[in-house]
């Protein structure tokens, strides 16, 4: 993909606001989930969404409609508008305090095409969208939301938020935005009632780890190293063609023919982005799949479930042995693993190791957005031109990227230092245009 389009635009912030419940809300405390508050989601994760002029005649201000909306939601999500803290064993629990969200209002003197039609992180004027406070900015003691919706010019709008992953994951997080524009839009309550009941994931007693976690190895692994974390590490997108996809997967062998894109486009990306990182032939690698398991548990988790519900089950290679085939065999390995069992086994270990983060080192991790929902949010705008992730880094810097969903293919983010990521570009290009070729001599010959 080009480059992100740099702007130079102005924008005028008001003073930040507390927005509380539009309504009394219970004052309590609730727990949250050991899959919650595990070491890895202690962080703020920003989503952005760019909305267009408003497609009826009606002139609407789209902050008071969203400012509103946000108070009506927040009856029904109150812990969103609580504080976390923190109890012995690093356990989390959200004080239901209807303190309220933090709320930004800003006008820009852009437009939405200025922003041109590529929208996809990174987005180098992120900071101007979504103002950074410091006071917000940690997990224990601060409000878990910060959202600033910003007018633009045309009549559109650009919302942007910053969630305490601990809270919910993307689908939660898109759940309570699809609320938030259903009062937009005039309902008196949202179509799926939210459900808390986060013991469904929490540790079994006594706890017990059933299954080998990777993702969470141990630290003093001799033959791994960390991967390049440095400062001066560089953004960038790449855009695979449902042509590209195809190519890849017609020169696998047929018992990968049907593999999904998502799966595609993570091996190809884990190949590519091994090769580039110049590794030792021995060193170990791990891919890691982020993977929802609501579905996946006997019952399945109620619908309106909007606590965090992923997993990351990791596979192993090294460097030397890690051939696209494998890359794949790997990915959907990854998935498989993620059985009812696991996620059980997942909450256990949090408990019994003091909630660790992941294992940094010779990891990537790879998270499946092309069905997130977050572009379908309509606030009475529409649904959105852009909608997701706002920023290629997330979680662990140069570990974690995303699948984006594309009209024409999927959109992959990456995050790596800056000659690595030259040599990344050339190794995806390169292995895009040799199974082209491989596939049209195919052909050819039939």
Not at 63 to 72: E, F, G, P, S
Not at 77 to 87: F, I
Not at 296 to 307: A, D, F, K, M, S
Not at 312 to 317: E, G, M, Q, T
């Given at each position: 993909m080009e480059s992100p389009k740099i702007l130079t635009f102005k924008v005028v912030r008001k003073n930040p606001e507390l927005i509380t419940p539009d309504m009394p809300t219970p004052k309590e405390f609730k727990l949250l989930s050991d899959i919650d508050d595990q070491g890895a989601l202690r962080s703020q994760t920003p989503v952005i969404q760019f909305y267009g002029r408003n497609p009826s005649d009606q002139v609407?201000?789209?902050?008071?409609?969203?400012?509103?909306?946000?108070?009506?939601?927040?009856?029904?999500?109150?812990?969103?508008?609580?504080?976390?803290?923190?109890?012995?064993?690093?356990?989390l629990v959200v004080e239901c305090t209807g303190e309220g969200v933090v709320f930004i209002e800003a006008d820009a003197d852009v437009a939405l095409h200025h922003f041109g039609d590529a929208l996809y992180p990174p987005f180098?004027?992120?900071?101007?969208?979504?103002?950074?406070?410091?006071?917000?900015?940690?997990?224990?003691?601060?409000?878990?939301?910060?959202?600033?919706?910003?007018?633009?010019?045309?009549?559109?709008?650009?919302?942007?938020?910053?969630?305490?992953?601990?809270?919910?994951?993307?689908?939660?997080?898109?759940?309570?935005?699809?609320?938030?524009?259903?009062?937009?839009?005039?309902?008196?309550?949202?179509?799926?009632?939210?459900?808390?009941?986060?013991?469904?994931?929490?540790?079994?007693?006594?706890?017990?780890?059933?299954?080998?976690?990777?993702?969470?190895?141990?630290?003093?692994?001799?033959?791994?190293?960390?991967?390049?974390?440095?400062?001066?590490?560089?953004?960038?997108?790449?855009?695979?063609?449902?042509?590209?996809?195809?190519?890849?997967?017609?020169?696998?062998?047929?018992?990968?023919?049907?593999?999904?894109?998502?799966?595609?486009?993570?091996?190809?990306?884990?190949?590519?982005?091994?090769?580039?990182?110049?590794?030792?032939?021995?060193?170990?690698?791990?891919?890691?799949?982020?993977?929802?398991?609501?579905?996946?548990?006997?019952?399945?988790?109620?619908?309106?479930?909007?606590?965090?519900?992923?997993?990351?089950?990791?596979?192993?290679?090294?460097?030397?042995?890690?051939?696209?085939?494998e890359a794949v065999e790997l990915v959907r390995n990854s998935k498989s693993k993620a059985t009812e069992e696991y996620v059980r086994s997942v909450a256990d270990l949090m408990v019994m190791r003091g909630r660790p983060g992941f294992e940094a080192r010779g990891t990537f991790i790879v998270s499946d957005f092309t069905r997130a929902g977050f572009g379908e949010t309509d606030f009475g705008w529409g649904a959105a031109a852009y909608g997701g992730p706002a920023q290629c880094r997330d979680l662990v810097p140069g570990v974690v990227s995303y699948v984006l969903a594309h009209k024409k293919g999927v959109v992959v983010t990456m995050c790596l230092p800056p000659n690595a990521m030259d040599k990344f570009a050339y190794e995806l290009e390169r292995t895009v245009a040799a199974t082209r070729k491989s596939l049209l001599l195919r052909t050819s010959a039939l």
């Open positions: 609407k201000d789209p902050v008071k409609v969203i400012r509103d909306a946000i108070a009506k939601a927040l009856v029904f999500y109150y812990p969103l508008a609580g504080r976390l803290r923190e109890r012995s064993n690093r356990k180098p004027y992120l900071h101007k969208l979504l103002h950074h406070l410091p006071s917000t900015a940690g997990v224990i003691n601060c409000p878990l939301l910060l959202i600033q919706v910003t007018r633009l010019t045309c009549g559109g709008f650009v919302l942007a938020i910053r969630l305490n992953h601990t809270m919910t994951d993307a689908g939660g997080l898109a759940q309570f935005l699809s609320a938030v524009g259903q009062f937009a839009r005039g309902a008196d309550a949202p179509l799926t009632r939210p459900v808390w009941e986060r013991h469904l994931l929490s540790a079994r007693n006594p706890p017990h780890v059933t299954r080998t976690h990777l993702e969470y190895g141990e630290t003093n692994t001799p033959e791994c190293r960390s991967t390049p974390t440095d400062e001066n590490m560089v953004d960038h997108s790449f855009y695979l063609s449902a042509s590209d996809i195809s190519a890849v997967r017609s020169n696998l062998p047929p018992h990968l023919h049907g593999c999904s894109t998502f799966e595609i486009a993570a091996a190809c990306t884990w190949h590519c982005r091994t090769i580039s990182l110049s590794l030792d032939a021995n060193e170990v690698i791990r891919i890691s799949c982020m993977v929802s398991c609501r579905k996946r548990l006997n019952p399945p988790l109620p619908e309106g479930y909007y606590g965090n519900a992923i997993v990351y089950p990791a596979s192993v290679s090294t460097r030397e042995r890690l051939s696209l085939q």
